[in-house]
C-alpha cells in the first residue's frame, strides 16, 4: 500500500494580493477583452492587502485534497530563504507531505503579486529558475494519482520525465491540468503527458486554445481534447458550470449555488479540479465527481484567497445533503 493518494507536481509562491479602489481603477472592454485600467505615474491609495503562503495551482489542490481526507504530497521547488521555509511550514499545517519539497540553495523563492478589483482579479507572475529533478520514490511513496499542474518555462524536459516515470509505473493514473507554459508550449511538445492521462482539465478558454476549435462548440471541444489521448476530459466555464466526457457520456453540471455574492475568485478552479480528483480516488464515477466539484469551488470564492474556503469531507456531505433538486449532472 501507498502513502499516498495523491501526489502533485506544480510551481509553489507566495502571493501578495492587493485589493484595488472602485474610486481609482476600472475595467475598459474593447474587441481584445477586458482591462484593467488606472491612472499611470500616479500614487494610489488601496483598500486592503493579504499575504498568501504556499499557493499556486499544485499547491492549492494538494491542500484541498488533504483538507478531503486524502493523503497528499508535493513535488516542487522552493528557494533558500524565508519565504521558502515559510511555504513549507504553510503546507504542512495544512496536512500536505512535504518531503518532495526541494530547497535550492542561493536561489529566491517565487513571489506573485495579485490586484484584486471586484471579484477578479489580475497576477503579475515570475517564476525563478530551478533545476527542475524528479525525486526517486520508494515503492511505499508511488501514488495512486500524480496530479501535474504549472511549472515554469525553465523546466525543459521535465514533463518528458515524469511521462517516462509513468510508463514505468502504470498503476499510477495521471491528472493533468496545463498551466500558463504549458499551454504555451502546446499539445505536440506535451503529447507524451496528453497520452498519459486519465484526466484533462481545463477551462473553456483554454481548450479553445489546445484544440484550435471555437469555444461555443462544446460537443466539439470535448472530442477534440479526447483524440489528444485522456480518458477523461473536463471543461469548466465559471459561473456557466463545467462539463465533462468519458469518451461515451458527455455531460452539463451546473454551478452550486453562491452562498453570497462572490468575494474574490482565486483559486476557483483549482478547488474544483481537486475535488473532482478526490471523487474519483474515493472510487466515484465522473457524475458524483462533478457533484462534489462546484461545492468546493463555491466555498473559495466565498473567501479572500485559494485555500481559506476550501472545506472537509463532513461539509462537503453537508452541503452536498442540502443541495437542491437541480443540481445534479444531465446529458449535454
Known amino acids: 500500500m501507498s502513502d499516498f493518494d495523491v501526489i502533485s507536481i506544480g510551481d509553489i509562491c507566495t502571493d501578495a494580493l492587493v485589493r484595488l479602489s472602485e474610486e481609482h481603477a476600472h475595467v475598459y472592454e474593447d474587441g481584445r477583452g477586458q482591462w484593467l485600467v488606472m491612472p499611470f505615474g500616479a500614487k494610489l491609495p488601496f483598500e486592503e492587502a493579504y499575504v498568501m503562503e504556499a499557493v499556486g495551482n499544485a499547491a492549492n489542490a494538494s491542500v484541498a485534497l488533504a483538507r478531503l481526507g486524502l493523503s497528499t504530497g508535493l513535488v516542487t521547488n522552493v528557494g533558500g530563504d524565508g519565504h521558502g521555509i515559510d511555504m513549507i511550514h504553510a503546507l504542512h499545517d495544512n496536512g500536505v507531505d512535504t518531503r518532495f519539497v526541494r530547497v535550492n540553495p542561493g536561489c529566491s523563492s517565487n513571489y506573485h503579486y495579485a490586484l484584486w478589483f471586484r471579484s477578479e482579479r489580475t497576477i503579475l507572475i515570475r517564476h525563478e529558475e530551478y533545476e527542475y529533478h524528479w525525486p526517486h520514490l520508494a515503492d511505499a511513496d508511488v501514488p495512486g494519482w500524480l496530479y501535474f499542474s504549472s511549472v515554469s518555462e525553465h523546466a525543459s524536459g521535465y514533463h518528458d520525465r515524469v511521462a517516462a516515470w509513468l510508463t514505468d509505473h502504470p498503476s499510477t493514473r495521471l491528472v493533468f491540468q496545463p498551466g500558463t507554459f504549458e499551454l504555451e508550449a502546446g499539445p505536440d511538445r506535451l503529447e507524451r503527458l496528453y497520452r498519459a492521462s486519465e484526466v484533462l482539465i481545463l477551462n473553456r478558454e483554454e481548450a479553445s486554445r489546445v484544440t484550435g476549435r471555437g469555444r461555443s ?14 480518458s477523461t476530459v473536463v471543461v469548466t466555464d465559471g459561473p456557466d458550470g463545467a462539463f465533462a ?9 451546473p454551478c452550486y449555488p453562491d452562498a453570497g455574492e462572490p468575494v474574490e475568485r482565486t483559486g476557483a478552479g483549482d478547488a474544483f479540479a481537486a475535488t473532482f480528483v478526490a471523487a474519483l480516488a474515493r472510487g466515484h464515477g465522473i457524475e458524483e465527481a462533478l457533484r462534489w466539484a462546484p461545492v468546493n469551488a463555491m466555498c473559495v470564492v466565498q473567501h479572500v484567497g485559494a485555500q481559506a474556503g476550501l472545506v472537509t469531507a463532513d461539509r462537503l456531505g453537508e452541503l452536498l445533503a442540502g443541495a437542491p433538486a437541480s443540481f445534479h449532472p444531465r446529458p449535454l
Do not use: F
Not at 466526457?245 to 453540471?253: C, E, N
Open 217 to 230: 462548440d462544446v460537443r466539439g471541444l470535448l472530442g477534440a481534447l479526447h483524440d489528444l489521448g485522456p
Open 245 to 253: 466526457s468519458d469518451g461515451t457520456t458527455a455531460l452539463v453540471m
